[in-house]
């Protein structure tokens, strides 16, 4: 028998579901966005990418922030967070290895002390409206920790315990990783980058650990976020990988913990990004209520039943959606969100999905939740397909209106990352044409 938590969490949700349902059906009469794929010559991108491109145009420059930077005990320390520039969009993904620039990070704190712990990765930038510089910019970044790297604190109920640590990429000696989302600010167009905390988190009684999680992925937490702004929020949409409750070994349910996955969505006040520690609110089922490192409520249209192959991100069979990366489309006037699906283990997939959202207000009811079953948009088997995004060209629209893959027009470049045993690609072949 479900606990009454449980049971009111899952009748909010069928509630929720029934109402968009209705809305949906309205909506569709009017609304119809279609799309196609165009093949295009081949953008190699020459720089090391494993997250959404976080881009902004700083003046009359297109400036990109791909890369990795921090402490990692299972690949390496890494350097490889810098940037690009270019007088547009295809001239900045088209720049060599040389041409990239590492911005000045905050360094490191010490294992037990306050401030950054683990490796972070720029997944959008935010960049600040009333600056007519264009060099105040917010990003949103994924930072992975593990219990070496930031160790349980009884005080604090921060960290981890190394007990019954689910396994990791590298096999069975090698750590999960524990995902979360935090903020930083650059006044300087991004040359140089203060932490200003953490956004989302899920603490040590949500993670999911042996003998259960299996999937060689995270052992829980909240990532591969993308992020936009709507009237005075910045929404925040990511996966979620823990439990919707506390994890119990003698207890644990797949079905329950697939009922708390996996793309989600929080806001926070643009006022609090200066100071966003504890200010943000997750999505419940009813509103914005749970706290930033609470339980939550999915977006219900973008989760995979299980009778259609549905299962929890602890399963080595997979069966989710993940890595959303969202844009304003000012010719379709709605969000398109693209995102990748797994279908195995450690984040195997070779397909990438689209799903729509007509509300220009996503706090408006239950607008941030109204989103359209997620279509096939690519397939590509033999491959693994992560972090898909819409990118801006060099077109005179794209240029005059300083598209990024924040707001976009009818067409844009399809970007992702292509990945086999013997080597991984972060490419464009394709060009999106939407219609309605």
Request: net charge neutral; glycine share 10%; charged share 20%.
């Amino acid at each position: 028998m479900l606990p009454a938590s449980l049971k009111h969490g899952f009748t909010a949700l069928a509630f929720s579901a029934l109402l968009l349902a209705c809305r949906s059906t309205d909506q569709q009469t009017e609304w119809k966005p279609t799309f196609k794929l165009i093949p295009s010559e081949k953008f190699y991108f020459n720089s090391f990418v494993d997250c959404n491109m976080a881009e902004a145009w700083v003046g009359d420059t297109f400036r990109i922030f791909p890369g990795k930077y921090g402490e990692d005990p299972l690949w390496g320390d890494a350097r490889d967070l810098k940037f690009a520039d270019g007088k547009n969009a295809d001239e900045a993904f088209l720049s060599k290895a040389d041409a990239f620039t590492e911005p000045r990070m905050p360094k490191n704190a010490p294992i037990g002390t306050p401030g950054l712990h683990g490796a972070v990765w720029f997944e959008t930038v935010y960049q600040q409206p009333d600056d007519p510089t264009g060099k105040t910019l917010y990003a949103v970044y994924h930072n992975e920790n593990y219990p070496s790297t930031l160790p349980y604190d009884a005080k604090t109920g921060k960290g981890y315990k190394n007990e019954k640590w689910p396994q990791g990429l590298q096999g069975p000696t090698s750590p999960a990783a524990v995902c979360r989302i935090g903020i930083m600010k650059s006044v300087d167009g991004g040359r140089s980058w203060e932490n200003k905390g953490l956004f989302l988190e899920d603490l040590q009684p949500r993670l999911i650990l042996k003998p259960h999680n299996t999937s060689n992925t995270f052992a829980g937490g909240v990532g591969d976020p993308s992020a936009v702004a709507s009237g005075d929020y910045l929404y925040l949409f990511y996966g979620e990988y823990g439990f919707p409750g506390v994890y119990n070994e003698a207890t644990y349910d797949r079905k329950t913990e697939w009922s708390g996955q996996c793309i989600s969505v929080a806001r926070i006040a643009l006022k609090d990004l200066d100071n966003p520690v504890g200010k943000a609110k997750r999505w419940d089922g009813k509103g914005f209520n749970a706290p930033y490192n609470g339980v939550g409520q999915p977006i219900a249209s973008l989760q995979i039943p299980t009778t259609e192959g549905g299962g929890p991100a602890s399963s080595p069979t997979g069966g989710f959606h993940w890595g959303p990366s969202v844009s304003w489309n000012t010719y379709l006037n709605g969000w398109v969100m693209l995102m990748g699906k797994v279908t195995g283990p450690s984040w195997a997939g070779s397909s990438i999905h689209i799903s729509f959202n007509p509300h220009k207000d996503l706090g408006e009811a239950l607008n941030s939740q109204d989103w359209t079953k997620p279509q096939l948009l690519l397939d590509k088997p033999g491959f693994f397909l992560w972090y898909p995004s819409l990118q801006p060209m060099n077109t005179p629209e794209d240029i005059a209106n300083k598209h990024t893959c924040l707001r976009l027009g009818r067409k844009a470049r399809l970007f992702v990352k292509n990945i086999k045993p013997e080597k991984s690609e972060y490419l464009s072949e394709y060009v999106i044409e939407f219609g309605k």
